[in-house]
């Protein structure tokens, strides 16, 4: 492997922190589970296109396709439909507090079914990153004056366990399946659920296509998602789930250093101490085993 897994694993969260602001540019022009339907299709599509055009096998068993499905249903169908649509019954903030307990999830099942071992060191990073994260975001939290429903919640709870168990799926399929086509499929059948609801709750013929909505579902369907997920199967490749999931915490770092840079926003101690600790806590729960035997990595691509 040329590029460090934990390179990728950053890349990826560049990736996936773009998808806020362009989720935020487009909900004004479609219904949610719509837009989050057409996300998943359109990167699906292109995806499997990638994976036709060379001539990729199709999975074969059908534990492999329970994997594939299982991705689905977890990363793609519970949790965009928790992603865009919890966002009318719970506030930005505590939706990020709760979406930051995602690597502490994904690694409590990283133990039991894929039989990982973190450490001491690495649950107090994790446990690091999700205290910096809350950090950040507790202006928002005790600034939304009671705006958050209990429904609302679970919808973030739903969404951000829906995604810790697609990440274990996905490292199942890590070494079994090309990442183009097991990313595409995941996403085209995770967008089934999600089709089937806009139809029944939306109207998607009232989507606006102006150039704000082509340009956010473009951004979101092609680097967002497909780029993202196919480099994020990679990555899961020789990386454990409990050290890749810890990179999320990255996500409100890029946010943040985003809004400073290009839209004044400021960076207050709160923001600078949050930002310091969730970057300490990829770093410790994210770190290479050291092998008594062997001044090299443990894990292989390192």
């Known amino acids: 492997m040329f590029v460090s897994p934990r390179i990728l694993a950053a890349i990826v969260m560049v990736l996936w922190a773009s998808c806020y602001p362009l989720i935020t540019l487009g909900l004004d022009f479609a219904p949610h589970l719509t837009f989050a339907a057409l996300r998943a299709i359109l990167a ?18 059908w534990i492999v396709w329970g994997w594939i499905t299982l991705a689905g249903l977890g990363m793609t169908g ?63 939290v005790l600034a939304a004056g009671g705006g958050s429903t209990a429904f609302g919640q679970v919808l973030v709870i739903m969404a951000t366990s829906g995604v810790a168990v697609g990440n274990i799926a996905i490292k ?27 139809l029944a709750t939306e109207s998607p ?26 480099l994020w199967q990679v990555t899961l490749q020789t990386l454990d789930v409990s050290k890749a999931a810890a990179f999320s915490f990255l996500v409100p770092i890029i946010g943040i250093s985003v809004g400073a840079l290009f839209f004044s926003e400021p960076l207050t101690l709160n923001v600078m101490g949050g930002g310091a600790l969730a970057a300490i806590g990829v770093y410790l729960a994210s770190r290479p085993k050291a092998d008594p035997l062997s001044a090299a990595p443990s894990e292989k691509g390192i």
Not at 44 to 61: D, Q
Not at 90 to 118: C, D, H, K, N, Y
Not at 181 to 195: E, F, R, T, Y
């Open 44 to 61: 699906g599509a292109v995806l499997m296109g990638v994976a036709r055009l060379r001539r990729t096998a199709w999975p074969a068993g």
């Open 205 to 230: 013929e009232t989507i606006d296509w102006s150039p704000q909505f082509v340009i956010s579902l473009l951004g979101l369907a092609l680097p967002g998602t497909a780029l993202a997920y196919w």
């Open 78 to 140: 519970i949790g965009y439909f928790g992603m865009f649509h919890a966002a009318e019954f719970v506030s930005p903030g505590l939706a990020t507090v709760i979406e930051s307990l995602q690597p502490l999830i994904a690694a409590l099942l990283a133990v039991i079914f894929l039989r990982e071992r973190l450490g001491p060191v690495g649950w107090y990073g994790l446990c690091l990153g999700v205290g910096g994260v809350a950090l950040i975001a507790m202006p928002r």
């Open 172 to 198: 199942s399929l890590s070494t079994r399946v090309d990442p183009a086509m097991a990313m595409g499929l995941q996403l085209l059948i995770g967008a089934i659920p999600l089709s089937v609801l806009a």
